[in-house]
């Protein structure tokens, strides 16, 4: 009898066992399908070539935003006048973007098949402005009267588009052989906006945008309406060469998806799509 009943005993047991690995799939064959992996990329490095007037909005935070996005893609980047960057792009710099504070250098390097042409877009809208240095005193009120200063500082026109863009204001307002004469020409535009915040010169023309990095210096006046024959347009594009154009287009969709054309925004530009 007692034999009878361990043995009852024991198929309760395995019973117990079995029934429900059957009925809840309990064998390695059936667990739940893993996750998907994650999509590893290769690290990649790209050259972005822009105008000096970019570099604090592209360094302090649109730089970081892109690569906390797209981790993989490191972005260095080389600012200075826009005529230097299409001079240095001529002569085999391998950028992969540039991006122009004026059209003229962008239009010059898609003419000599350096930049994808379906790859540009005129992306912002800056102005031209008249600053002083913070709290100095000067007689001058505005572009009509820069004349009055002892030293006007510009960016060299032969190659900087905002001293470009102060030739033609200035030459507008018939003053342009008297401002030349008293103009100490900067090799780009940061280097103008130093001199006046130094107090190195008495008055200077800059962007807004460069004006409104620092409180060093105080704007005067913007240049007169009608004194420019066109806006002040910022186009990016990226150029024929690139090693990375995925990459590239990448950073260049960036720039103009809302987030970043928000920090351009922060920075004083407005958007021109």
Known sequence: MKRGIIRFVKVLLVSSLILP????????KDAAPQSAPVEQHEP?????????????????????LFQSKYPWITVEGTYDSSGKLQTQIESGLQADV?????????????GKNLIA????KPLLENKIVLIKPAGGATTVTGFQNATQARVIALGDPASVPAGQYAREAFTSLGIWDAVSAKASLG??????????????????VV????????????????????????????????TASSAHPAEAKLFVDFLASPDGLAVFISYGFAPNL
């Open 207 to 238: 962007y807004a945008t460069d004006a409104a990095t620092t409180k060093k210096v105080e704007v005067i006046a913007e240049a007169p309406a009608g004194s420019l024959a066109r806006k002040v347009i910022y186009p990016v594009g990226i």
């Open 44 to 64: 990649v490095t790209i050259l972005v070539a822009a105008a000096a007037s970019l570099e604090y909005s592209y360094v302090q935070q649109l730089i970081p």
């Open 187 to 204: 090799t780009n535009v940061t280097e103008v906006l130093n001199w006046v915040g130094e107090a190195s010169a008495e008055v200077g």
């Open 98 to 110: 540039f991006m122009s504070a004026a059209t003229t250098q962008m239009d010059n390097l898609v």
């Open 21 to 28: 690995a059957a009925l809840f799939g309990g064998g390695k």
């Open 117 to 120: 042409p379906d790859s540009v």
